[in-house]
């Protein structure tokens, strides 16, 4: 790996500087030539931070897809070996019984707060494929953005803290904090070896709090804090019927087709007033306070716009609640695909055999995966028609989370917005999951700050996925002002400042 001329002498000297003053590392802000120092080489290497995040995004690293195995575990080696050009002085790839978990640290200023930063290296498939604009894993700036996949979800924004990480060390020789770093490859499909490794490694993880950046921004130029982040639990249903695919004149009108058994049973799980009609669902639901209602009612939002950008009609869900409200706060039951039967070009006339359709719930506090998994299991065997025969595979989960607003992490996070994007921060929840920041506050004790650089538009899970450029580069700006802002807000675990 190459890096720019810049830094190595002016590093050493200011390092020698700092240390005659007190033999301490002090915060670049107290040292405004330092900080001047790290951002100007941010500004320097635009375009080499740019080629560099284009390499790592041509990797297909897809998790759910088993013939990108050798992908997946080739993009950990390549993370890996990036943080260790970048100057972090512990990389450790760590197998598991499914995609690798790339472990790196730098722990060399004592006294400091230590951040654990988490994030996901792994992509969602690209299909389909027809309708990107360019090829998927060839990073393309069209406009203002970055198009391929991973751009926002997550590469993009992970690459965001490596960059700022570099900036530090190549500079200065030093951080202003302790970090400790996993990224792993299993985000996509449910985290499943990450709990174990988490459960396994406490001492190692062994932190202050979580940094995460893995969601959106408010808006375009609305930089925000998230506080929260709906659960899930994804399922797939199969609904089988005859034995063997049948002639459907032949057999028509004898026997309940199983794609319209499916088709019944899913009509039926949202009620007229768009509330989801499981037994139990909606039992455990922590209601919205007053004033977090006020809160969210005073963002800048409109239906109308949000409907005419997504090119729907109307908006629909769940009646007696805003839009927010029901993307961050209520729970849900979304159809994520259905199959069966013929679906090629030309006309087949078939009764199938089977029908199956992939349906996830989106949780909130104080929902949980497993129990809402087996009521939906439950629920399935209540409705399915005599008929037919119906299962219902639990495939993973994940739970909700609400993080506090006042801790001294998000104080730094807002501070170093601020900085970051000249804009004070909006406070949002997100709809969307991870559903590691559950199990780091459960096994490890620690809160999250979530400090997202993509946007709503994004596209993520999408065809034409991006990054805004600006973003990218105004995030990395913001980090190395949290990272910079941290000690301040944060002494032994106890708040200094704010
Ligand atoms: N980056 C997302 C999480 C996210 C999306 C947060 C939108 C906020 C808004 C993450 O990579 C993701 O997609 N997670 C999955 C998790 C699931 C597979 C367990 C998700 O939310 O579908
Ligand atoms: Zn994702």
Redesign the pocket.
């Known amino acids: 790996m190459k890096f720019g001329p810049r830094g190595s002498r002016h590093a050493l000297q200011l390092q020698a500087v700092v240390a005659i003053l007190d033999g301490n590392f002090l915060s670049p802000l107290t040292y405004p030539n330092a900080m001047d120092q790290v951002l100007n080489y941010v500004e320097a290497n635009r375009s080499r931070y740019l080629d560099e995040l284009k390499e790592l995004i041509a990797i297909p690293s897809v998790s759910t897809d088993p013939q990108k195995k050798g992908d997946v575990a080739r993009c950990a080696d390549w993370i890996a070996a990036h943080l260790r050009g970048i100057g972090m002085q512990t990389v450790q790839v760590f197998a598991t019984a499914g995609h690798p978990i790339v472990y790196a640290d730098w722990m060399g200023a004592p006294g400091k707060p230590t951040v654990l930063f988490y994030g996901?290296y792994d992509v969602?498939p690209v299909d389909p494929v027809n309708l990107w604009t360019s090829p998927p894993f060839d990073a393309t700036i069209r406009g203002e953005n970055l198009y391929a996949r991973g751009t926002?979800?997550?590469k993009g924004q992970v690459f965001v803290h490596f960059k700022s990480i570099e900036a530090y060390l190549k500079n200065l020789g030093r951080l202003p904090i302790n970090l400790k770093m996993i990224i792993e490859g299993e985000?996509?499909?449910?985290?499943e070896h990450l709990e174990i490794f988490v459960r396994e490694h406490k001492e190692l993880l062994k932190a202050d709090l979580v940094l995460i950046s893995?969601?959106?921004m408010f808006a375009r130029g609305v930089p925000s804090v998230?506080y929260g982040?709906?659960g899930?639990s994804?399922m797939q249903l199969d609904v089988t019927g005859p034995n063997r695919d049948l002639h459907s004149g032949s057999f028509g009108g004898s026997v309940h087709n199983p794609i319209q058994a499916l088709a019944e049973m899913i009509a039926g799980m949202h009620d007229k007033n768009g509330r989801v009609t499981i037994p139990g669902f909606y039992d455990d639901v922590r209601p919205l306070s007053k004033k977090e209602r006020r809160a969210l009612s005073k963002l800048p939002w409109s239906d109308k716009k949000y409907a005419r950008e997504l090119g729907v009609r109307a908006l629909y869900g769940e009646k007696g609640f805003t839009t927010l409200e029901r993307l961050w706060a209520r729970p849900t039951l979304e159809s994520n695909g259905i199959w069966g039967g013929f679906t090629g070009e030309g006309a087949k006339t078939v009764l199938p055999s089977k029908a199956s359709a992939k349906i996830?719930m989106r949780l909130v506090p104080d929902q949980s995966a497993g129990k809402i998994a087996k009521l939906f299991q439950k629920y399935i065997k209540k409705i399915a028609p005599k008929s037919v025969q119906a299962d219902a595979i639990y495939i993973?989960?994940?739970e909700p989370a609400v993080t506090p607003i006042d801790s001294p992490g998000v104080k730094a996070a807002v501070a170093a917005l601020e900085k970051g994007f000249g804009k004070k921060p909006v406070y949002q929840r997100?709809?969307?999951?991870?559903?590691i920041v559950v199990q780091f506050k459960q096994i490890l004790g620690l809160d999250t700050v979530l400090l997202?650089f993509?946007l709503p538009d994004e596209n993520?899970?999408a065809p034409d996925e991006f990054i805004s450029l600006e973003n990218f580069f105004k995030g990395i700006r913001t980090s190395v002002h949290f990272f910079d802002e941290l000690p301040l807000y944060m002494k032994n675990g106890h708040r200094r400042r704010g």
Do not use: F, K, M, V
């Not at 997100?430 to 559903?435: A, C, H, L, Q």
């Open positions: 996901h969602q926002a979800d997550d985000e996509e499909i449910g985290s893995d969601t959106p998230c982040l709906r899930i994804y996830s993973h989960g994940g997100e709809g969307g999951s991870i559903p997202g993509g993520a899970h």
